[in-house]
C-alpha cells in the first residue's frame, strides 16, 4: 500500500481569482500547490484587452505569497473584441489564448458571445498563433434541459467551431459528461479538463424536492453516476487529453441560498490535488497522477513541465467548513469531511 506519493508540481489550469478583498483572501490557497494558474477572465468588468491582462496577472501574483507562481490570462472574447490588440497581446504572450462564454452561461457572463459566426476572425487568429480556444461548452436556451446543455453545445456550436477551423486547438473545460468524454477523445486537437466535484457528486448530492444545495452548485451542473464514472476513468486511465481544471469558483456564503437563483461555483482550492490524489487512490490509479496533474496540461499548452517534486501523504486530515477572512466567508468544498491524503 503506497503511503507517499512524490510528482512534478502541478498545474490548475481553470481558476476563478475574482477581484478585490476576494483575491486577497483566496488566491494562497490555489498557489500553494500550483506552479501555474490560468485565470479565468469573467471578472466583474471582463478582461478583454491587453492591459488589463498585464494588470489582473500582477495584482494575481502578488496576492499569491510565491515568488515563482504564475497567473496565466485568456482574453474573455466578446462579440466586439479589438482584434488587434488581441492579436498582438497573443504573439507578446499577454494573453495564453481565448475564452468563450457562451452569453448568460455561467457567472459574469451576459457580454459572452451571442453567435459563433460572429467571431471566426477571433478563431483565425488564434489558429494562425497556434493559441488555445477555452471554452465553457454549454447551450443556453430555455428549451434545453439543464442537464443536456454540454450535448447541445458539442452537437451544434462546437461541430461548427471544429468544421471550419480543424487546425484549432481547444479545451473543452470542466467536461461534465460521458457525452463530452468521448467526444474529446474521438477528436484531434481538443482537450478537456477535469474538476475534482464532477468526480466526487451527482446531481442527487444538488437537487431535492424543492430546493438545492448551493454549495454543490456549478455550472455546468453534476450529472448522473454513469458521467461522474466516465469523467474518473478519463482522468485515471493513461490519456493524455485531460488534466487539473478545478473550476475553483467562490462565491460569499450570502450569495449561497437554496434556489436556482444562487451563484453558481464551488471553492475546492483549499484541498483540491488531495481531492484528486484520494480519486485516483480509490481507482487504483495513484500511478497515472502525475500524467494528469502535471504533464498533459503542460503538454497541450506548449510550455514546460515543473521541475519542482511535491510529496503528498497518506494521512487524514479535514478541511476548515470555511474560510474566513477580513469580510470574506466561503463554504470549502468537503469542508469538515475527511480526506485520505495531505500535501506534505
Known amino acids: 500500500m503506497i503511503k507517499k ?17 476576494m483575491l486577497s483572501v483566496i488566491t494562497k490557497h490555489s498557489s500553494r500547490i ?47 473584441l479589438d482584434l488587434h490588440d488581441f492579436s498582438n497581446a497573443l504573439k507578446q504572450n499577454l494573453f495564453i489564448g481565448g475564452k468563450l462564454y457562451p452569453v448568460n452561461s455561467t457567472t459574469n457572463s451576459s457580454l459572452g458571445v451571442s453567435d ?27 428549451d434545453i434541459n439543464i442537464f ?29 459528461t460521458a457525452y463530452g468524454v468521448e467526444y474529446i477523445k474521438s477528436n484531434k486537437n481538443i482537450a478537456g479538463t477535469i474538476t475534482p466535484h464532477h468526480m466526487l457528486l451527482t446531481k442527487k448530492d444538488v437537487f431535492f424536492d424543492n430546493s438545492i444545495n448551493p454549495h454543490h452548485f456549478c455550472m455546468p451542473v453534476v450529472k448522473d453516476e454513469k458521467d461522474l464514472l466516465a469523467l474518473r476513468n478519463a482522468a485515471c486511465i493513461n490519456n493524455t487529453k485531460f488534466f487539473i481544471g478545478t473550476d475553483s469558483a467562490p462565491h460569499h456564503v450570502r450569495e449561497k441560498s437554496e434556489n ?20 485516483f487512490d480509490e481507482e487504483d490509479s495513484l500511478n497515472t497522477l502525475e500524467q494528469f496533474a502535471s504533464i498533459n496540461g503542460p503538454n497541450f499548452y506548449n510550455l514546460p513541465k515543473n521541475e519542482r517534486i511535491i510529496t503528498l501523504e497518506k494521512n487524514s486530515w479535514y478541511p476548515p ?4 477572512e477580513k469580510s470574506i466567508k466561503i463554504k470549502n468544498f468537503f469542508g469538515n469531511k475527511k480526506i485520505n491524503w495531505k500535501l506534505l
Open 321 to 324: 467548513e470555511f474560510t474566513e
Open 5 to 21: 506519493l512524490s510528482i512534478r508540481q502541478p498545474d490548475d489550469w481553470h481558476v476563478h481569482f475574482r477581484e478585490d478583498e
Open 34 to 80: 500550483n506552479r501555474r494558474c490560468i485565470a479565468m477572465p469573467n471578472t466583474t468588468i471582463p478582461i478583454t484587452t491587453s492591459n488589463q491582462a498585464k494588470n489582473y496577472k500582477s495584482i494575481i501574483e502578488k496576492n499569491s505569497n510565491h515568488k515563482n507562481f504564475e497567473a496565466l490570462i485568456p482574453c474573455y472574447i466578446t462579440d466586439n
Open 260 to 279: 436556482l437563483n444562487t451563484k453558481a461555483g464551488i471553492f475546492s482550492a483549499v484541498c483540491s490535488l488531495e481531492l484528486y490524489t484520494e480519486i
Open 116 to 142: 459563433i459566426k460572429k467571431i471566426f476572425k477571433v478563431f483565425e487568429i488564434l489558429e494562425k498563433e497556434d493559441k488555445m480556444l477555452l471554452i465553457h461548452g454549454e447551450k443556453v436556451s430555455e
Open 148 to 176: 443536456d446543455r454540454e450535448k447541445y453545445y458539442i452537437d451544434e456550436d462546437l461541430q461548427i467551431i471544429r468544421k471550419n477551423f480543424q487546425n484549432l486547438k481547444i479545451v473543452l473545460e470542466h467536461v461534465s
